[in-house]
């Protein structure tokens, strides 16, 4: 009696090709995955597809447990944090600005918008033809106008 293969030589070179996507080129790992002894700068040692899988689920849950222990620090340590009305002025307006950025910014958009209409010189005020600008009238915002 002859005996049957239990697998036919196109299940094989299938199971080949299997083998060889897992485990790398001469089943040896896959380079791209680092080195055997994980001596290749940080790189992951595992060199197989399954091995560095399992690797990076391990250091995602090492990262999302870091996460978790900074969102505790920060939550404690903004509860100690002073208003950011108390705070001196460069750190008030730093926490302002961490706060809500854009009312800051439309603020102070707003304070020179008004500064600006106030240096205006008003159509009055400007000098006439022919008129030196020394001899001009004086705008009613001068500094000798205040004293």
């Known amino acids: 009696m002859r005996e049957v293969p239990d697998v036919t030589p196109e299940q094989e070179a299938i199971l080949r090709d299997v083998q060889v ?3 790398g080129p001469g089943l040896a790992g896959w380079p791209q995955l680092g080195d055997d002894d994980g001596t290749d700068g940080g790189a ?3 060199r197989t597809v ?5 690797a990076a689920l391990r250091q995602i849950a090492e990262l999302r447990t870091e996460i978790a222990d900074l969102e505790t620090t920060v939550l404690e340590l903004t509860r100690q944090a002073p208003p950011a009305a108390e705070l001196p002025w460069p750190l008030s307006l730093v926490a302002a600005l961490l706060e ?4 800051v910014i439309g603020e102070q958009i707003a304070r020179w918008e008004s500064l600006l209409e106030a240096l205006r010189p008003k159509p009055d005020d400007a000098p006439q033809p022919g008129q030196r600008a020394l001899e ?3 705008l009613s915002h001068d500094m000798s106008d205040r004293a």
């Open 21 to 23: 996507q897992l485990r």
């Open 44 to 46: 992951i040692s595992e």
């Open 50 to 54: 399954v091995e560095a899988l399992g």
């Open 100 to 103: 809500n950025p854009a009312a």
């Open 136 to 138: 001009a009238p004086r």
